[in-house]
C-alpha cells in the first residue's frame, strides 16, 4: 500500500456513503489529470498510467480479518458472519481505465464540474450527470461483477536471528510479500530488499559466527493488500509476547519507487537511529556536498527540515504493515523509502502505476533502478539501523526526542481551530500542559542518569534502562481503545479515522471535535472532556514509567 | 472485606432487584440464626453479635472509583456525572439489628416463610409479608436517611524496600486502612501485621545492611470498604508501570479472624511457596504431628487436602485489594488468614461482628488472640513468603501447577452442566482441550529447561526464565474484558458476576450460558460460541509465552 492522490480510502468511504445514498455500483478510475504528465510517455515508453491502467484496492474499513476482530484467525477462532459485518461495502465497486472512462464520461449529462474536479482526459467535458446527456440514449451501464468473499488462508513467513545475550528482545524486520498484480515495486521491491538484509546478516553469522545482541526477525507478511490481514493477525495472535519483548519494529513496503530522496516515517524516538543509519550509507548518486544518504536527505527531505536541520521524519499513518505493530501493541515503528522528487510528479506524487498490472520488473529495471543502486542504498539503511537496534548496549531510543514531540503535537493542538475551540467552551489545557511539562521533565532526567549514573558494566542495570526505553511506547497504549474504534489503542498517534494512510496526533481529542457545531448529539461536549482526560492521564502515565524504579 | 453468610454483594443485588420491583427502601438486618450460636454469649461476653449489632457494607456493584471507570481518579479525571452511573443502588438501604427488626418481624403479614428462610429470633413466626398483620394495624415504615454522597480523598500510602539487584522488579505487599467502625479485625489486624513484617525487613536493613534481590513495596489502601477504590485506582494509575514489574500481590485483610487454622487463596502458580512459607513457621499452639502452621493446615484445612497430601489454595474472588491486581493488570496474588473453627461456626463462618461496631481490640485482645500468637505467626509466613518471592534467584512461581489448575477447571467446565449442555447443542471442546494439553505440556518443557538447561550464573538468562514466570498471569488478561464486564479482564478466574466474594473459572462462558434455555435472545449460543472460542485462545496464548524465547 501507498498513499496517492485517490487513494483507496477515500474509495472506500466513497462506496460507503455512495450506498447509502442509494447507488447501485461504483465504477472508479484513473484520470490522467493525477497519473501522467503532459507529454510524458505512459508505459510501456515510460513510467506513467496508460489509459488501460487501472488501479486495485482494498474497500476494507477496517484492519486484520475483518470476521474476527480483536482476537487472531485461527482455526478455533469465532468467526462473525459475513452479514453482521459493517467494515465491507455493500455495493460492488469496480475499477477501469481512462480509455473506457472516457467512454462514459463523454455521454454524462448535467452542469460542468467545478475546476478542482476535472480531469484531463483530452476532449472531454467533465460533468456531473446524472446520467447520459442525449435525450434519446437509452443506454444504462450494466455492471456484471464475478468475484465473491471467501475465507482463504494467508502465510507469514519468518526467519529468525537468534540473538546472543538478549535473544527475549526482538528486532522485527518487515515487509509485504502479497500484491495485486506482479507488483515489482509494491512489495517486491521492499521484499529484495529485506533478503539482501537477511542474507548478509546470515552471512556474517555462518561466516564469522556473529550473532547480534538481540535477535532480529524477518517477517514477510501475507494479505496486507486486503486491509493487513496477515501482521495485524500476528500482532493479536501473540500480543503477550510482542509486549514484552519486542523493541521495534522495522518496515519496507516499496524500496524505491523514486531515486530523488529518502523518505521515513516514525514514532518520534526512532529519529536519531535513522539520521545515524543514513549518514552511515554512501549516496548512490554522491555529488558536492551530499556524499552519504543522510547529506541528499537533508538536502532534498520532501517535508523540509527542523530548526536544527535534520531532515523531517513524519508519523506514521497505517498505510502498511507498521500499523498493528503501533495501534494493537504500542511498539515503536518507522517506515523508508526512495521516492521521486515531489516537484516535478503529478500532484507531488511518485508512483503512477501503483497498485496497476503495469507494476513490473521492465518498469524497475529500465525505469526506476537501473543496476539497483538505490535498492542497495535503501537495504544498507536498513540493514544499518536493524544492526544498531540488536546490537547496541543501550538501545539506540530516544525519550526526549519523544517528548519534545507530545509537545509539539500538544501545541499545535491547544493554539490550532481545534483547541481555540475548545478554549472557548471553556475547556483547559492546564492539565494536559502539566502532564506534557512532566513528561519532557521526566524524559530529560532519564537521559541524564543513563549518560551520568547507570553502571555499563552492571547487566541488569542496563536491562532495566533498556527495558524503560523499550516499553515507553507502550504507555500510549489504552486497553479500551479510541472512541467508535476500540481496536485502535493509541491514544498520542492514530490513523486518522478520516483518511487511514494519513496519521492523527491525539486523534481522541481531534475525533471528538469533528464537526462539533454541527453535532446535534446534547452530550458532545462530555466526549471531548473524557478524551481531553484520557490523553492527559496516557501523557503522565508515560512520564511515570521513566522515573527511577524504585 | 470477607465472604460472610448474607454478604454485602448479595445485599447489593438485592437492592437493585427490588427498586426494580417498586421498592421504596430497604431494611437489612443480621439474623441470629447467621451470627449467634445457641447458648454462646454474645459481646462483650463472647464473639457473638449481639441484637444491636449492625453490619455495614457497600452497596456499589463494580470496584473502583464509579466517576472514573477504566480510568484513574486523578484530578484531571473525566468524572461521570452521577446521574448516569448504573452501579450505584437507586433506593436507600439500611442495615439495623435483630433487637430493631424483630419489632417489625413480629408484625409482619403474609404467609410463613419457607425453611431456608427462617431466622433464629425467639418468639417470631418468619412471614413474606407484604405489611403488617393487624388488620386495623395502620403502622407504615419510615426510612429517614442522612447520608449523602460527596468525592473524597482517599490515600494509599507506601513504604518501599529497594532491591538490591533488581530494583524494577516489585513484591508488593498490601493491607487496606480504612473500617466500618473500629475494625480491629478487619482491617488492623492486617495492619498490624503488615507493619511488624515491614519493620523487620527494616531491622535487617539497618542493622545488616541486607537488601532483597528484587523491591519490595508495602502498601496501607485507603476506601477498600467501598469498592476496592484505593488499590483498584492505583492499578489503573500505574497500570503500564505494574504490567512491567510486578512479580506478584501479597494481600492481608484480616490476619486473625478465628486460630483453627490457616486458609489460603491464590493464583494456582503461588501455591506451593504458600505451602514452604507455611512450612518454616512453628504453629503457635503446636501438638503431636502439627508442629509448624503447615502441618495444622494440612490436618485442618478447611476445603480439605489434594491428592496429594497438600491442603486445598482455593482461587481468589474479589472481596478484598488483591482485585485489581488480578482483574486490572493480571498479577499473580493470593491471601491470607488464620480462621475459626468452620464445624462449630455458625454455618461454617467465623466473625460474627464483622463490619459491626463491636469489631474491637477488647474483642482481638479478649477472644480472638490473647498474646497475638497468631498475629505473629501468620505474619512471619506473609515474611517468609515475601522474602521468597522478592529474594531467590528463580522466582517461586509455578508454571505447572498453574497448567494443572486449568486442566481442572476445563475438565470440570466440559464435564459438568454446563459443558454437557453446550455438547448437546453441537459445541466442540477439541480446540479447548487442545489448547490445555499445550499449556501442560508448554509448561513442563519450560520446568525441564529451568531445572536442566538454565546456567545459573548467566544473568540475563535467568532474568529471561523469570520474566517467562512473571509474565504468565498477564497472558489470561484480555483488554477487551468480559461480556457485559468490560474492565473484569482475566480470562481464566473472574469473581463470579453473581457473588464477588466468590470466584469463578472461565467466567465468559460461564456467564454466556447463565440461563440460557430461558434466555430469549435468538443470538445467545453465538456468545457462547464467542466466548469458547475467546478462552481457547488465551490458553493458547498462555502456553506460548512459556516456549523458549527465540
Redesign the interface.
Known amino acids: 500500500m501507498f498513499q496517492f492522490n485517490i487513494n483507496p480510502v477515500v474509495n472506500t468511504f466513497q462506496a460507503f456513503y455512495a450506498a447509502e445514498f442509494g447507488a447501485k455500483g461504483i465504477i472508479l478510475y484513473s484520470d490522467p489529470a493525477d497519473y501522467v504528465i503532459d507529454g510524458e510517455p505512459v508505459y510501456p515508453d515510460g513510467i506513467y498510467l496508460p489509459g488501460t491502467g487501472t488501479q486495485r484496492g482494498t474497500l476494507y474499513i477496517g484492519s486484520g480479518d475483518p470476521q474476527t476482530p ?3 484467525s ?5 468467526r462473525h458472519p459475513e452479514a453482521n459485518l459493517t467494515t465491507l461495502p455493500t455495493i460492488p465497486v469496480y475499477p477501469i481505465g481512462y480509455d473506457d472512462a472516457s467512454v462514459f464520461l463523454k455521454r454524462m449529462a448535467g452542469n460542468e464540474v467545478i475546476d478542482s474536479w476535472k480531469g484531463n482526459i483530452s476532449g472531454i467535458t467533465y460533468r456531473y450527470g446524472p446520467g447520459f446527456a442525449e435525450p434519446d440514449d437509452k443506454k444504462r451501464v450494466a455492471m456484471k461483477i464475478f468475484t465473491h468473499n471467501e475465507v482463504a488462508t494467508a502465510w507469514n513467513v519468518f526467519g ?1 536471528l ?2 546472543k ?4 528482545r ?1 528486532v522485527i524486520f518487515g515487509n509485504h510479500r502479497d500484491a495485486w498484480g506482479f507488483g515489482a515495486i509494491d512489495p517486491s521491491s521492499g521484499t529484495a530488499a529485506m533478503l539482501e538484509v537477511s542474507k548478509a546478516f546470515g552471512l556474517v553469522k555462518s561466516k564469522h559466527g556473529w550473532r547480534p545482541r538481540r ?1 532480529i526477525m524477518f517477517a514477510s507478511w501475507g494479505a496486507e493488500e486486503f486491509g493487513l490481514i496477515g501482521s495485524w493477525e500476528w500482532n493479536e ?5 510482542l ?3 519486542a523493541v521495534a519494529y522495522l518496515n519496507i513496503d516499496q524500496i524505491v519507487d523514486g531515486r530523488y530522496v529518502v523518505n521515513a516515517e516514525s514514532t518520534p524516538n526512532l529519529k536519531k537511529s535513522i539520521y545515524a543509519a543514513a549518514k552511515k550509507v554512501k549516496d548512490p548518486a554522491p555529488s558536492g556536498d551530499r556524499q552519504t544518504v543522510y547529506d541528499t536527505w537533508k538536502a532534498r527531505c520532501r517535508d523540509g527540515t527542523n530548526p536544527d536541520g535534520t531532515p523531517v521524519v513524519n508519523t506514521l499513518g497505517s498505510g502498511s504493515d507498521y500499523g498493528p505493530f503501533v495501534q494493537v501493541n504500542g511498539i515503536s515503528a518507522m517506515d523508508f523509502r526512495y521516492i521521486a522528487d515531489y516537484n516535478t510528479s503529478p500532484q507531488g506524487s511518485s508512483y503512477p502505476t501503483y497498485h496497476s498490472v503495469y507494476d513490473t520488473f521492465y518498469l524497475v529495471d529500465t525505469y526506476y533502478d537501473p543496476g539497483y543502486i538505490y535498492y542497495l542504498a535503501g537495504a544498507q539503511v536498513m540493514a544499518e539501523l536493524a544492526r544498531d537496534l540488536a546490537d547496541s548496549l543501550i538501545l539506540p531510543l530516544d525519550a526526549s526526542d519523544y517528548a519534545a514531540a507530545v509537545k509539539g503535537y500538544f501545541e499545535q493542538l491547544r493554539d490550532g481551530d481545534i483547541g481555540q475551540r475548545m478554549l472557548q467552551e471553556g475547556l483547559s489545557f492546564a ?2 500542559g502539566s ?1 506534557v511539562d512532566n513528561f519532557t521533565r521526566e524524559a530529560e532526567d532519564f537521559h541524564r542518569r543513563l549518560d551520568e549514573e547507570l553502571d555499563l558494566k552492571n ?2 542495570q542496563v ?2 534502562y533498556n ?1 524503560q526505553l523499550q ?1 515507553l511506547e ?2 500510549f497504549i489504552d ?2 481503545g479510541l472512541p467508535d474504534r ?1 481496536l485502535i ?1 493509541h491514544v498520542v498517534l492514530a490513523p486518522s479515522s478520516k483518511d487511514s494512510y494519513a496519521s492523527e496526533k491525539f486523534p481522541g481529542i481531534v475525533d471528538a471535535m469533528f464537526d462539533i457545531d454541527n453535532n446535534p448529539d446534547p452530550n458532545k461536549w462530555e466526549l471531548v ?2 478524551q ?3 490523553a ?2 496516557i501523557i ?3 512520564a ?2 521513566l522515573m527511577e ?2
Open positions: 480483536g482476537y487472531p485461527t482455526d478455533t477462532a469465532y529468525i537468534k540473538g545475550v538478549e535473544p527475549d526482538y535477535t495472535e501473540i500480543a503477550k509476547i509486549n514484552e519483548r492539565g494536559m502532564a547487566v541488569l536491562r532495566t527495558d516499553k507502550r504507555a486497553p479500551l476500540p489503542r472532556k473524557q481531553l482526560a484520557v492527559t492521564f503522565q502515565s508515560a511515570s514509567t524504579v524504585a
